[in-house]
């Protein structure tokens, strides 16, 4: 059974840090590894979705990596802002349709 | 640009009581997903449904029934309400994810039962 964790369970930092978030698995056979954003009280938000066949994705400050052989992925926040505060997830496919397996989630505060 | 839209977004229930969560998405996606996030345990697949007419168990099936009405409609349903169904509930939707297309979420439905 695929497992993800997510390290650290939370951070907190000042504004401009550039900071990693990093996320493991234990399944290496995977087709893809993605990010999602949580804001308080809402649903999920894609940030970066990387295919097994890629190392990394970069979307404007944001950078993921995914190394399948090691089963990890870290996600990178260039000049953190306040607005960047929010639950990150990464998250896993089951397989086929069976949806997917999530981490717990890194809660981020960038303190002002 | 609704995407995938989750009624009601907040639900007190007594136990015993049934109630559906509905949820329907607009982007012709085959994928629907029903997931519940709980504090310290993450989001968990409860039900999925891989195409129009086909449903499957997830992680954490028990005291849950679904029903994929259309292509664009997905219901979890709650038939004898207990404290522990008490969560944040969320549908999501994707095509071939595992080719690459991302999955979509609702908003999230709170539910209590007390």
């Known amino acids: 059974k695929q497992e993800v964790t997510q390290i650290p369970a939370a951070l907190s930092v000042p504004e401009g840090e550039n900071l990693v978030l990093n996320c493991s698995f234990t399944?290496?056979?995977?087709?893809?590894l993605q990010w999602f954003r949580q804001d308080p009280g809402k649903g999920l938000t894609s940030l970066l979705l990387i295919q097994s066949s890629q190392r990394e994705q970069t979307s404007g400050r944001l950078n993921a990596s995914l190394d399948k052989s090691s089963g990890r992925s870290t996600l990178y926040i260039a000049a953190s802002q306040p607005g960047d505060s929010a639950t990150y997830l990464c998250?896993?496919?089951?397989?086929?349709?069976?949806?997917?397996?999530f981490g717990k989630g890194t809660h981020l505060i960038i303190q002002p | 640009n609704a995407g995938v839209t989750q009624t009601p977004k907040f639900q007190v229930l007594k136990t015993g009581q049934s109630m559906t969560l509905q949820c329907a998405q607009d982007?012709?996606?085959?994928?629907m997903y029903w997931y519940r996030q709980d504090p310290g345990m993450g989001l968990r697949l409860i039900y999925y449904s891989a195409s129009e007419g086909t449903t499957d168990k997830g992680e954490v099936p028990n005291g849950y029934n679904v029903s994929r009405l259309n292509k664009r409609e997905f219901s979890l349903r709650l038939e004898s309400a207990a404290p522990s169904q008490t969560s944040v509930y969320f549908c999501a939707s994707s095509d071939l994810w595992d080719s690459g297309n991302t999955i979509y979420f609702g908003e999230g439905s709170w539910l209590t039962v007390v």
């Open positions: 998250a896993v496919p089951g397989g086929g349709a069976d949806g997917l397996t």
């Open positions: 982007m012709n996606h085959n994928s």
């Open positions: 399944d290496s056979a995977i087709y893809n």
